[in-house]
């Protein structure tokens, strides 16, 4: 007997599918974490309703190359993603997209609100 493609299986299950805020969570979490280079425990992620859709505020320190090095070397804070404001707004469809193309939950808005800085003390310079 030939094997039932898993699309044809499922295609009569009834039933309902259903992600947790945790997991949408943890899911916004990873992408914050990837984005600004800080540990996901450090970023507090909320949600709210936006019309039916999700809009997700986020609240996070951002990575920051030591000011010394800064000083030193102006042209770091271009290689290092650019100033905090440019990496916030950057990030704000880029995060949206990634978490509705990982859970499959239409976010609408993503608010960002900088709460300290996280220093870098290695060289991982974009």
């Known amino acids: 007997m030939p ?3 898993a699309a044809e299986r499922q295609a009569g299950l009834a039933g309902h599918n259903r992600i947790s805020t945790q997991a949408l969570t943890s899911t916004a979490k990873a ?8 540990p996901p425990a450090q970023i507090r ?12 505020s986020l609240a996070l320190p951002v990575a920051l190359p030591p000011l010394n090095r800064i000083a030193a070397d102006p042209n770091l ?15 704000k469809p880029l995060l949206r997209d990634r978490v ?3 859970t499959g939950s239409l976010v609408s808005r993503v608010d960002i609100r900088i709460t300290g800085v996280h220093l870098e003390e290695g060289s991982r310079v974009r």
């Open 3 to 5: 094997a039932v493609p």
């Open 31 to 38: 992408a914050a974490a990837e984005f600004f280079r800080v």
């Open 45 to 56: 992620v909320t949600w709210s309703d936006d019309q039916g859709m999700l809009a997700m």
């Open 77 to 91: 804070v271009s290689r290092a993603g650019g100033s905090v404001w440019d990496r916030a707004h950057e990030a």
């Open 100 to 102: 509705t193309e990982l």
